[in-house]
């Protein structure tokens, strides 16, 4: 009997876990800073993730160094640091270590980083007409994004460059994503290794907790 208990406690703790378990499916970043006004919107879709680009403001000819290629944008590994600190978020997301080596194809996102995101759909290119510095609505499905695994875009950030510089950033905030708590100091490390993805995985083990307690009340 108490066997039974138990078993059925364990079952109703893992089922409780996975149906409470968001799916994450949609993350906006807001950039404010430097004068630049941009909001950045991700949505899960059956091909992908859909991307809408939106900058109000700051992007103007005048700041461009360039003026063709106007200003590159990215998805970052790492979230802003204090003080808008861009150069904390590091490099761009690239599970695949595809490198900066080789320019991104647009033809071939195989041969693009994942969080190259002017690379594979285009810089930020400057509208003559707009004195603010606004530019018109971009919209497009990006078939490498995701927000689960290696490459998931949770807890990452988004970055504008002027002609290589970092000029603006924001945290790309995913609902429903946990961040991974630090590791204790005295563990071997200060920030913790644990994979974006790493709440789900926990859930999912305790999920199939519930479903042997299950297996084991039928015994």
Do not use: W
């Not at 406690?9 to 004068?35: C, D, R, S, W, Y």
Request: hydrophobic share 40%; aromatic share 6%.
């Amino acid at each position: 009997m108490l066997f039974k208990t138990a078993a059925t406690l364990l079952a109703f703790a893992g089922l409780a876990a996975a149906q409470t378990t968001p799916e994450l499916t949609h993350g906006v970043a807001k950039i404010n800073m430097n004068n630049v006004t941009a909001t950045f919107t991700f949505d899960k879709v059956a091909g992908g993730v859909n991307v809408t680009v939106n900058v109000a403001s700051g992007l103007t000819e005048a700041l461009a160094i360039n003026k063709t290629s106007g200003f590159e944008y990215h998805v970052h590994v790492s979230p802003v640091g204090p003080g808008n600190n861009c150069t904390s978020t590091g490099a761009h997301l690239d599970p695949l270590k595809i490198g900066t080596a080789t320019p991104c194809d647009k033809s071939n996102f195989a041969l693009c980083q994942e969080g190259d995101l002017a690379g594979k759909h285009g810089n930020l290119i400057p509208d003559s007409s707009s004195q603010v510095g606004a530019l018109s609505l971009i919209q497009y499905t990006d078939a490498q994004l995701t927000f689960t695994g290696d490459g998931a875009i949770t807890g990452r950030s988004i970055v504008i460059h002027n002609n290589g510089t970092r000029i603006a950033c924001a945290d790309l905030v995913v609902d429903g994503y946990v961040a991974p708590a630090p590791t204790p100091l005295g563990t071997g490390s200060s920030t913790s290794t644990t994979k974006p993805n790493s709440a789900a995985k926990l859930v999912g083990s305790v999920a199939l907790t519930g479903f042997v307690a299950l297996m084991m009340m039928t015994l």
